[in-house]
Structure formats: structure tokens, C-alpha cells
């Protein structure tokens, strides 16, 4: 096995220390949360993107689909699927725009409305076991800090709604 080398900075070609990816930082927090998310998802049906579609669509009566991928952070193909999948299971509807006719209008149905509701009590129950855990304070700081890196390197706004 090779022995790790600590990497002091990014000069003469050196990398960091992989601890010290933030990429990989990110990826490791995002998975410890959606550890406690995912077993309510899947008792549900449900997969964490289908969650994000379902739980962006309650903060506007309609969107188009550019719109939704975008608040959802989920890339255009795969909304597609997604979307036929929902519509399948009478989660979401599809309508014609009027100005734009090969624009479709996506909402949440009231079925798709009752399924938020009966995960939403779960689901907040894992935010206080969160917040207990991280602190309240901490956590606030998090989310500030975390919108403040994705303000600075321009990236996708997720619509300025609370989750």
C-alpha cells in the first residue's frame, strides 16, 4: 500500500490532500443527510430526485420545464424521465402553455400534494434530529455559507425558496 503524502498546496504541480477536495467534502456531507432521508423515499416509491421535482413544484402553481430543472438541479434529460414517471403515477400534470403550445406547463396534482403531506411530518422529524445533532446555530451558518459559495462561483440558483 502506498503511503499517503500530505500535499501542502497546489504548487509545483502538487495536488491537495484529497480530504481537502471540496468537491469530495460536499459529496460526503450531501450523503451523511440523504442517509436519513432516502429509507422514507424508498418506503414511498420515491427517489431523491422525484422528491426534488415533487417538493420544487409546491412552491409555484406551474412551471416549464427549463425553469424546473433548474430549481431542481437536475439536468433536462433526466427530468424527462422523471416527469413521465410522476405523470404515471398521478403525481404531476402536464399542460399546454398558451402563447407556446410546445411548451408544457408541470404541476403538482392534489394526489401528488397528498404525497407531500405524508412524508413531510417524517421528513421534518429528520431536520430536528439534524438540527439537534449539528445545532441550530451551525446549521444556519451552513446553509448561509453554502449560498454564499454558490452566489460567488455562479452557480444554479435553487429559486431562493426554504426547504
Known amino acids: 500500500m502506498a503511503k499517503p503524502t500530505a500535499v501542502t498546496g497546489p504548487?509545483?504541480?502538487?495536488?491537495?490532500?484529497?480530504r481537502?477536495?471540496?468537491?469530495?467534502?460536499?459529496?460526503?456531507?450531501?450523503?451523511?443527510?440523504?442517509?436519513?432521508?432516502?429509507?422514507?423515499?424508498?418506503?414511498?416509491?420515491?427517489?431523491?430526485?422525484?422528491?426534488?421535482?415533487?417538493?420544487a413544484l409546491t412552491t409555484?402553481?406551474?412551471?416549464?420545464?427549463g425553469e424546473l430543472a433548474r430549481v431542481s438541479s437536475i439536468s433536462m434529460p433526466s427530468l424527462s424521465r422523471i416527469l413521465r414517471t410522476?405523470?404515471?403515477r398521478g403525481l404531476i400534470q402536464r399542460g399546454i402553455e398558451d402563447k407556446d403550445l410546445r411548451a408544457a406547463?408541470?404541476?403538482?396534482?392534489?394526489?401528488?400534494?397528498?404525497m407531500i403531506a405524508l412524508i413531510a411530518p417524517h421528513s421534518e422529524r429528520?431536520?430536528?434530529?439534524i438540527t439537534e445533532a449539528f445545532g441550530a446555530g451551525r446549521l444556519a451558518t451552513l446553509?448561509?455559507?453554502?449560498?454564499?459559495?454558490?452566489d460567488c462561483l455562479g452557480g444554479a440558483d435553487g429559486g431562493g425558496e426554504e426547504e
Open 11 to 18: 504548487s509545483a504541480g502538487e495536488m491537495r490532500a484529497f
Open 20 to 55: 481537502r477536495s471540496l468537491p469530495m467534502a460536499l459529496l460526503k456531507a450531501r450523503e451523511a443527510v440523504m442517509a436519513r432521508f432516502r429509507p422514507l423515499l424508498h418506503e414511498h416509491d420515491l427517489t431523491e430526485q422525484q422528491w426534488r421535482v415533487l417538493r
Open 60 to 65: 409555484a402553481d406551474e412551471f416549464r420545464a
Open 86 to 88: 410522476l405523470e404515471k
Open 105 to 114: 406547463q408541470i404541476s403538482i396534482t392534489p394526489s401528488g400534494r397528498d
Open 126 to 129: 429528520r431536520y430536528a434530529e
Open 143 to 150: 446553509y448561509g455559507l453554502l449560498d454564499e459559495l454558490a
